[in-house]
Every structure is written in C-alpha cells, then in structure tokens.
C-alpha cells in the first residue's frame, strides 16, 4: 500500500476511517498513483495557525476590509477551531499522485499540493475543464464508495459518520431509525409487561 505522507506532520484517524483510507489505495496501487493525504485529524492548535496563515493572505488582498470582513472570508473555508470538523478525526483531506506522470494529478485549482481557495473549489464547478472534472470524479468516486461524503464547497476534503455526513445522507432518516427503535422497544416492553398484568401498562397500549 502507497501512500504520500509529511512526516514533520502528526497523523491521527479513527480505526474505520483508517481502514477505507487503505483500501482506496489499494485501489488507486493497480492504477499506478497514490493517494496523497493532506489532512485528518487536526489538533485545534493546528487549525488555528492555518486560520491565521490565512487571515494574512487576505488581510494583504484586501487591505481596505475591517477584521469583521476578513474573519467571514477566511471562515468560508477555513473553520474556527471549535467549529471544524477535522478535529473529530473523520474528516479526510486528499488528493492523488500520478506515478505515470510523476505529478499530482490536475484537479484544478492545485499547483501540486498547494490548494488555491477560490469558486472552482466546489466539486463540479462549472468551469472546470473536462479533464479536471474527470479527476475529480475519480477521487470523489473512490470515497463515495467508502461511505464518505464529499465537501459541497471542496472536492478534497470527505466526511464519514460526523454531523456532515448525517445531513448528506439524509439526518431525518438517521433521526427516524433511532426513534423507530425506541418506538418498537417500548412496544415491547408494554407488551411484556401486559403479560405480566400491569394494569397501568394495559391500559396505555
Ligand atoms: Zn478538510
């Protein structure tokens, strides 16, 4: 198994995050490219020094904006540190190297491993080239198979059984099992208790 990783850089991932990471490698090893994995788990220290690395970069696009304005640009992308999702451990930032080429693979907005955060960052953005949204659609496929659902915003960064991911699939549903379960466990419970002649219990079923 392949995979492209900064070893200055701490990588932690739950057990079953880790496990799909592997096999979507496998998958890509037959295809000659690599998974590369920019981010997991980020610590909320961490996540702060590329909230700030960013306020700076924009601060200087636009000197003229208040703080206010700038913090609301830098938080389209970049979420505050209570706020992101990277520091659950399932959320998974990646892209793909092509060992052919010797490149990481076109995916748009990318010069190699450094993402620009602008409008073609959304995963089929109108106005990327066709190669660009076949690239993306593989990564994006390779994921989708795993159960992980992709950023609406970035086409890089999956999402598996957090709060993202429940709203992708579908949170009613997930919410409706739950109490569906809890429905039938009291039905149940009532049903027992029936057998057993609990007079209040017979008269609420
Ligand atoms: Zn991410």
Not at 60 to 76: A, Q
Request: glycine share 2%; with cysteine; proline share 2%.
């Amino acid at each position: 198994m392949h995979l492209i990783v900064e070893f200055t850089y701490q990588y932690k991932v739950r057990e079953a995050v880790f496990e799909k990471i592997g096999r979507i490698s496998k998958i890509l090893d037959k295809e000659d490219k690599v998974l590369i994995i920019r981010s997991v788990w980020r610590s909320f220290a961490h996540q702060k020094l590329l909230r700030d690395r960013r306020f700076k970069i924009i601060k200087k696009e636009y000197p003229d904006k208040s703080e206010k304005e700038i913090i609301k640009i830098v938080s389209y992308f970049i979420a505050s540190e209570k706020k992101s999702i990277h520091s659950t451990g399932v959320a998974v930032d990646a892209l793909i190297y092509d060992l052919k080429k010797d490149c990481v693979m076109d995916f748009g907005n990318n010069n190699g491993l450094h993402l620009e955060l602008n409008k073609t960052c959304y995963p089929f953005h109108p106005d990327i080239t066709d190669q660009v949204r076949k690239n993306r659609k593989l990564l994006i496929s390779l994921f989708d198979k795993e159960n992980f659902v992709v950023d609406p915003k970035e086409y890089w960064h999956f999402d598996y059984e957090n709060v993202i991911w429940a709203i992708e699939k579908g949170e009613k549903f997930v919410l409706r099992n739950r109490l569906l379960f809890i429905y039938s466990t009291l039905c149940f419970i009532l049903r027992m208790n029936n057998n057993h002649s609990n007079p209040f219990l017979k008269m609420v079923s």
